[in-house]
């Protein structure tokens, strides 16, 4: 049933009058201030307050935009900038965002709207009731002490009294008294409750707004809700504190009704601490403070005592609050983990173990910013090497018409990249630079298809009373895939298989053989000019009959030769000109560019043509003797300078002989007049003139046809990179795969690294072996998904081709510990910064900048219906594929690693689980999850990174991240098995009413499970916020039997369409 909009009438003109400037000495404070829903779209308001009225204009005297009404409301401060308020509603309206000019002025706005707000005066009458209450009983305790003379007081109450006496006085700073571990209670006749914790600082007025949880309703009393809160240690909380505990009617599973206002309560830290109950009660009470509505018992958890405790067990706790604050304040608040991970929300767990004690379990997931700092990075990387690119085949000059067709196709090829990933580096720009989180309800964004979906870290630490804390990691995101180009044509795989089909088949060549290229055309370019210079310099000097001068100049020609003849001696050069051979022996008399443009192959080529023949077998040595001729017209050179050298040096013996030979033969002609110097000088030219043609003949030669292999290999390195890899759609949707997959590879290995510093045989592991990346897939062979699945190959596939190196941080700033991009496609590195003081620790090959390589691997296996679908009228032969060769490449990178580290503890363990492995992967047995669990413990074995991912990484993800940390409770930490299954139902039904990780926004340090549903973080852009994600609870018998229910529903449609049209 559509609801009809309900229409509001109210006295414009009056609303008009109050806001106009002739009463604006009735105003408590007016100004201009930005004003919006979005934080990241606010506009320039004039605003005036009256009453609990905001009057927000269009600007000083003009027309009135809007009114709002002040009441039941929350106006706080942001806290990541002292220059925005917000003010949220209890009707569930969108927040408004206020942005003074100043923190002094946003001071001044806050002070006044809170006064403005009957509730907030409500609160102030609220504790001022209290503070009198607590000087009343303070001043009633000194007058009994002072009757009974009792001296005796206990060291920790005395602590007590002058941390109060501080805080009362404001003489000292206020003691602190987290961390703080609470369990509430709530008692009510309600079917579903969700509980609102708030802490109010009584000094400076301010409300900070934690998290809200849904309550579990105990198991011994029917109507007793149960939850916890845990403080930690960047939440500063004082002895002068008061939480306020505010109860609704949750959401109803099933009609998903908003949540109603149930009551409220609050309470002192003081009173909490000092009170000698193993709880504290108190009313539950409307808005009005008239009725009660219930009851609120509030417990501190206590530190586990030792034998002669007689504390009940309902009010234990094990001995681990202190170790538990420890390493999240000393390590998990660490510079390096702050800069990686945001928005963190924490659940603590108390569970028992198989010997009756406590464990405690805490649950930790964050988002991070690397969901968009890393996508940033690439694609500025991949316009700077497609800018590079285009560069390069402009520099080649002038072309034939084949290859200026190529190379035109290379360029409109790279400039439609280079466009579209501007475009999107723009639009992530526009972003607040606080985005961390990508919903799924924005995965078909085109702008954010580089941004990978629900990216977040599952960390939970266990910690028993006879160990410490033990860390379990998985990064959960939505499967690489880019959804907005869809999947209608099939995924990456199956596109580039088309594609590969349908070219012509060209070689192709490396980057670093295009850089060889380009180097050879260099040195082509800048040595010849110098060879033709000194030549012409040398037939000049022979006529001056200077010695010195001549071989001077002789040198320096014999020098820059060999210099060109090294430069041609290469390889490349070689092999190049035998494929252009091959290739016009092969290809037909025209070719067609992706342009449409006809050439004919009978001119390709034109610049070596002069130099290479048309023959049927071409010669290999011929190009060997092209650079031969060189040297040997050099040779030549050479030998005829040392002959002429040596005749000047011996003069008397020429002129001598030439005499006698005058004599003799009589000759009186006017030759044997002449001068011996002039003579002399043109018989040098002359001797040196044909040798000198002929070298310049060989480079010629030489320089042809080396600039027309280098040319040959630099176009087709540049249509390998670009067009070869297929259309530009094809090619975009494989970057914003593999960016996906990187940003999660990436924050993986981040969380691993900084974990195991202290653990040299994983620091050793590193640089010698690399790291292992294990990707877990839950995506059905069925439909979208199989697209997905392809896309999701291929990307994992590209992982493999990008590697680690760790680098010394300038600062400990979040800015210069966040890791950074560098690289080329298919060459990519990622820098991860370290503080000085752990780099310095680190191995000696890490710190010299080994790198460090990806192993990916890839294990799925679709778990929902559509996968039975597909077993039963489908195929699953990609699933079968991408687990036998994920399964091969994990046993390689085992081998290597049992080679490289031996004595590395659980690697002979390795071989058992291998073999399960192979073993459950031939298996044709339907969703076979044995594969997928085989495979994690493998990976944590050998110190991997785990990943895992469905669709959207909400539901399936779940259920599979829930499943593995229960099962790592049981197996490692003794967790009883009557308690599992409570377990695994308590960490499931969190993450299910919080949309499975959809909506967990909060600052950090808020440690409630959950969030108020539908509420968007702060300094997150509305339009990725998610939105409220319905609950799939399916029942584990409907479960059992979808397969065959499927079949006979398919089997009566039939029958029914069958008589239908009959």
Known sequence: MKMRRMKLRVNHRQLLFLSREETSGHFQREGALRVGRQQRDLSEKFCRLRGNLLFVLSKQGGRLEEVLLLERCEVMKLPDDDRRLAVSFESGDPRVFIECSSSADCVSWLGVLRDANTEMLRRRITHLRTLIDTHTSRHTQQQQQQHTHTTSVCGRDRSLEDAEAEAAGGAGPAAKVTPLHLRVGVVTVAARVQVQVSVI???????????????????????????????????????????????????????????????????????????????????????????????????????????????????????????????????????????????????????????????????????????FSLPRQLLSALVHEHTSRVQEVKELGDLSPHWSGLRRDVINHCNHLIGCYQETLAEL???????????????????????????????????????????????????????????????????????????????????????????VLSSVAQLQPLVFGLAEELLSVSLELNVSRLQQVLDGLTQQTELFVHALKDELVKSALVLIHNQRSDDSSSHVHSNGSLCDSTTANQEGQTSLRQQDEYDEEEWDRAWANVA???????????????????????????????????DTNSQNTASPSSSSASSWQEQ????????????????????????????????????????????QRRHAVFSQALSAVVCGFVLKLYGGLEDPDFLQQLHSVGVLAQLEGLLSTYGDEVGMLEDMEVGVADLSSVAFTVTEARTEQPDDLLPTLRGAWGSLVVEVPLPPETFGSLPRELREGRLIRV?????????????????????????????????????????????????????????????????SVETRKRKNVEVLWIAAMVCRKVNGVRLTSCKSAKDRTAMSVTLEQCVLLRERHTLSQQHFSTALDCMRRSRLSLGQMLGCYTQSGFTVCGLEPGEPPSGVPLCLAPKAPRRHLYP???????????????????????????
């Not at 018998?1037 to 009959?1062: C, D, E, G, P, R």
């Open 429 to 519: 720009d526009k972003l607040s630079v606080s985005s961390c989180f990508k919903s799924s309800s924005s995965k078909s964004d085109k702008h954010l298809q580089f941004v990978p979906t629900n990216l977040h870290s599952q960390r939970m630490e266990a910690t028993s009373p006879d160990s410490s804390g033990v860390w379990y990691e998985v990064i959960t995101f939505g499967a690489p895939a880019d959804h907005h180009q869809a999947f209608k044509h099939g995924g990456l795989k199956r596109l580039l298989s088309k594609h590969t089909n349908h070219r012509d088949s060209s070689v192709s060549y490396s980057r670093d053989e295009s850089s060889r290229a380009r180097e």
């Open 688 to 731: 040196l003139l044909p040798l000198v043609v002929t070298l310049r003949d060989c480079v010629r030669e030489a320089v042809d046809k080396a600039r027309t292999a280098m040319t040959f290999v630099v176009l087709q390195g540049a249509a390998t990179g670009t067009v070869a890899q297929g259309p530009a759609h094809i090619v």
């Open 632 to 666: 040997m017209s050099l040779n030549c050179i050479i030998a005829m300078g040392d002959r002429l050298q040596g005749r000047e040096e011996h003069p008397q013996v020429m002129t001598s002989s030439s005499s006698e030979q005058q004599e003799t033969t009589g």
């Open 855 to 919: 192993h990916p691997v890839l294990f799925n296996i679709g778990i929902n219906q559509q996968q039975s679908l597909a077993e039963r009228f489908g195929d699953s032969s990609l699933q079968e594929r991408v687990n036998q060769q994920s399964c091969e490449r994990l046993r390689a990178y085992c081998h290597s690693l049992r080679d490289a580290l031996p004595h590395m503890a659980g690697i002979q363990s390795l071989s058992d689980l291998l073999s399960s492995l192979d073993r």
């Open 1036 to 1062: 584990v018998a409907f479960l059992l039997v979808t397969s065959h229910l499927l079949v006979v529903w398919l089997i009566l449609s039939l029958v029914i369409l069958m008589a239908k049209y009959q």
């Open 201 to 371: 600082d009584t000094h400076t007025h301010t409300l900070r707004k934690y998290p809200s949880a849904e309550a579990v309703q105990g198991a011994d009393v029917d109507g007793v809700f149960l939850t916890s809160v845990s403080f930690c240690g960047d939440c500063p909380l004082h002895h002068h504190s008061r939480i306020k505990v505010t109860v609704y009617h949750a959401e109803e599973p099933t009609t998903h009704t908003a949540r109603s206002f149930l009551g409220f309560t609050s309470f002192s830290i003081r009173d909490l601490l000092r009170s000698k109950e193993p709880h504290i009660s108190m009313s539950l009470r409307t808005m009005d403070g008239v009725n009660e509505v219930g009851e609120v018992k509030v417990s501190r958890l206590q530190m586990e005592g030792e034998g002669e405790d007689k504390t009940p067990p309902e009010h234990k706790c094990p001995a681990l609050c202190d170790s538990l604050h420890s390493s999240f304040h000393d390590k998990e608040n660490s510079p390096m983990m702050r800069a990686v991970l945001c928005a963190q929300v924490c659940k603590v767990y108390r569970f028992q173990t198989e010997d009756q004690r406590w464990l405690l379990v805490r649950e930790q997931m964050s988002e991070t910013p690397l969901s």
